[in-house]
């Protein structure tokens, strides 16, 4: 029996998940260019995280910089922040720009099938035929719920490899994440690499002549505050309280449930329509987090937390 609050806590997370999609999209429409968006969004979402570092009345000092910690093990938060926040969200938004949100987000959550096979290639873990069979399923079931194929074209084929790229590197920082246990609690580990990936993205924003919008619209700052308070510190949160309730294990098996957010949000803020193809989709990712839930994970518990935590940066 799951612990009281576990699903109700996961559904809301989850829906923040997939709501960052719509606001991005909406922002991108409206002229916002995406790298600068993204660096932005994430300043704003790491220095948010702070609050969760302050609540339970830590010593920020020893939270942000921990005595066991090596230079060795910044220079691997400096390659997760490249990696989870730079690379995925930067290439995120450049997809986003020539693909609907609804494809962005299932091709980002592909990255449980790299992360296995990655695992299984690097870190010989184990691959249980029934954790296979869900992840396919889950796979396939939200690209029956978003209507993959309904998009064509040179520009959407190119937004499309950029949106599997974006996967992969998702995956990769998992990986390094599971490899290296790093001494650094979630929230640390979550906001320096947030601050980490945003700076880097910034610099390269205004390197390249991206610009700030000079007056946004007082509707662009709600959407951007949701996209960056909401939608980013505020998912982790409600991540990090099912992480505690649950285990990472089986919180980990619900992200299939963020891009069937994206188009259901999709359906309500942006109009798009929903077909029979969605029904069969939501059948088979509750199929898949019933097969996933039923393997269990190895690894230590703040390893096991960490990485979960990661994977919920959206």
Do not use: H
């Not at 806590?9 to 991108?28: D, E, N, P, R």
């Not at 069969?280 to 096991?304: E, H, K, Y």
């Amino acid at each position: 029996m799951k612990p009281d609050g576990f699903v109700p806590t996961l559904v809301a997370a989850t829906f923040l998940m997939g709501s960052s999609f719509i606001a991005g999209k909406i922002l991108l429409l409206q002229g916002f260019q995406p790298i600068v968006l993204v660096g932005w969004r994430f300043i704003v979402a790491a220095l948010a995280t702070l609050l969760f570092i302050l609540l339970p009345r830590r010593n920020v000092i020893r939270t942000l910089f921990p005595p066991g910690a090596t230079l060795r093990d910044a220079g691997w938060v400096v390659l997760i922040g490249l990696l989870q926040t730079g690379a995925v969200m930067g290439l995120l938004f450049l997809a986003m720009r020539s693909i609907p949100a609804s494809t962005a987000a299932i091709l980002l959550f592909t990255n449980p099938i790299w992360v296995a096979m990655l695992g299984r290639l690097f870190l010989r873990e184990a691959l249980p035929v029934l954790r296979i069979v869900g992840l396919l399923l889950g796979v396939a079931g939200v690209a029956l719920a978003i209507g993959i194929g309904g998009v064509s074209g040179q520009g959407a084929l190119r937004g499309e490899i950029i949106g599997l790229a974006s996967a992969l590197c998702w995956a990769m920082a998992t990986i390094v994440n599971k490899r290296v246990a790093l001494p650094f609690q979630a929230w640390a580990l979550n906001f320096w690499q947030m601050l980490i990936g945003s700076l880097v993205l910034l610099a390269i924003a205004y390197g390249t002549g991206e610009q700030w919008p000079a007056d946004p619209a007082l509707r662009q700052w709600a959407w951007f505050l949701w996209l960056a308070i909401p939608a980013s510190t505020g998912s982790f949160g409600l991540w990090f309280i099912a992480l505690s309730k649950g285990g990472a294990t089986r919180a980990s098996s619900y992200l299939f449930l963020a891009p069937l957010f994206a188009v259901v949000i999709s359906f309500f803020v942006l109009g798009t329509t929903l077909a029979w193809p969605q029904l069969v989709g939501g059948i088979l990712i509750g199929m898949a987090l019933w097969l996933v839930n039923r393997t269990p994970a190895g690894g230590s518990d703040r390893q096991r937390q960490n990485e979960a935590l990661i994977e919920g940066d959206l």
